[in-house]
């Protein structure tokens, strides 16, 4: 009977862990909220504007990606939306007109763009900050338009270091960006 429970056990773990190494690379992207919207524990600032807390799209909405190289270093990368999600990007889209969308990278938000239209051709830009590690784990997941190209900018390590939980602040519920990833990703309390 020990035996058994032993080997439960032991399949448990080793299931366990194959689930944690096959995790999905963090990529999502949040509207921006209106000035007006209740709700506060829905919101997140970054930059002195609101974003609902809920992303509007994530990685796994698109399937496939063409990086390109910024004259800075930084690789900026396109995201080509599946067929069955182009409808929801563009009423989203719509619906935000003369709003920012902010594009969240494994727990960093990046530069946020301006919706000046509903998005049809089905595409979302990160414009720049991305790195070779980046461009590797979004290839775990997405196809790459040219992947002769997109090899040769992979890092195996990611040369940017991870941003530290920081200590709460303010009123009960009065979250901010960081928050919010530590509680997507698991890490906080």
């Given at each position: ?185 698991g890490t906080g309390q």
């Amino acid at each position: 009977m020990f035996t058994r429970h032993a080997f439960i056990g032991m399949l448990g773990a080793l299931l366990l862990s194959a689930c944690q190494q096959n995790k999905d690379y963090p990529v999502f992207f949040l509207t921006e909220a209106g000035g007006g919207e209740p709700g506060r524990a829905f919101i997140v600032t970054y930059g002195g504007k609101h974003y609902n807390r809920m992303p509007a799209l994530a990685l796994k909405h698109c399937s496939k990606f063409r990086s390109f190289l910024n004259p800075d270093g930084s690789y900026g990368v396109v995201l080509y939306v599946k067929d069955e999600y182009r409808n929801r990007l563009y009423t989203t889209t719509l619906q935000h007109q003369g709003r920012n969308l902010l594009p969240v990278v494994n727990g960093l938000a990046f530069e946020p763009t301006l919706i000046d239209t509903g998005i049809t051709d089905g595409k979302l830009v990160i414009w720049n900050g991305l790195n070779g590690y980046d461009l590797k784990m979004f290839s775990k997941h997405l196809e790459p338009m040219e992947p002769e190209i997109e090899e040769k900018r992979y890092l195996d390590k990611n040369p940017r270091p991870l941003p530290k939980p920081r200590k709460k602040k303010g009123k009960e519920g009065d979250a901010g960006l960081q928050d919010f990833l530590e509680l997507e990703s698991g890490t906080g309390q």
